[in-house]
């Protein structure tokens, strides 16, 4: 499985395209990311949210259900090269100590799941069989509801 990093949140025009094993050891062993990632939690934690949004926008940033096309001048539907066959959930929380990480990581539908960005929630992988952009809404739309009900 592969899918496009972008050298920021906001960038139009792709890195890269990076296997999800990349994308693995990237999280397990950090990176020059890493820096950008405790210093935005740490402005989080003392209440400076414009400041943590202001430097998680520098973050790197991937597809996570997809891969765009070569050249593709941004991130829109149009440039999407094919899908990868994951959705991603991204779920944050004010509050962490609510969020049932060991019970989503044990969830059989839970290929991957790390800490979000802020740290106060998590990114959750799901294969699925989605197979086009027609059925992608519907296919996250299922994933979302099942996971939200936890």
Same mark, same amino acid.
């Given at each position: 499985?592969?899918?496009?990093?972008?050298?920021?949140?906001?960038?139009?025009?792709?890195?890269?395209?990076?296997?999800?094993?990349?994308?693995?050891?990237?999280?397990?062993?950090?990176? =020059?990311?890493?820096?950008?990632?405790?210093?935005? $939690? #740490?402005?989080?934690?003392? &209440?400076? %949210?414009?400041?943590? *949004?202001?430097?998680?926008?520098?973050?790197?940033?991937?597809?996570?259900?997809?891969?765009?096309?070569?050249?593709?001048?941004?991130?829109?539907?149009?440039?999407?090269?094919?899908?990868?066959?994951?959705?991603?959930?991204?779920?944050?929380?004010?509050?962490?100590?609510?969020?049932?990480?060991?019970?989503?990581? =044990?969830?059989?539908?839970?290929?991957?799941?790390? $800490? #979000?960005?802020?740290?106060? &929630?998590? %990114?959750?992988?799901? *294969?699925?069989?989605?197979?086009?952009?027609?059925?992608?809404?519907?296919?996250?739309?299922?994933?979302?509801?099942?996971?939200?009900?936890?």
């Amino acid at each position: 499985m592969t899918f496009t990093l972008f050298s920021h949140v906001k960038a139009k025009v792709a890195d890269m395209n990076l296997t999800i094993d990349q994308y693995i050891s990237i999280v397990k062993n950090g990176g =020059s990311h890493d820096k950008v990632i405790y210093d935005a $939690r #740490s402005l989080l934690e003392r &209440g400076n %949210v414009k400041g943590y *949004k202001e430097l998680k926008e520098t973050a790197k940033a991937i597809t996570g259900s997809c891969i765009i096309k070569d050249g593709a001048k941004s991130r829109s539907a149009e440039n999407i090269d094919k899908l990868n066959g994951l959705m991603l959930l991204d779920i944050d929380t004010a509050d962490n100590e609510h969020l049932p990480y060991d019970l989503l990581k =044990s969830d059989p539908h839970t290929y991957i799941i790390h $800490r #979000s960005f802020s740290g106060k &929630g998590c %990114v959750i992988f799901v *294969k699925t069989s989605c197979k086009s952009l027609d059925q992608y809404k519907e296919y996250y739309q299922a994933c979302a509801n099942y996971y939200f009900k936890k």
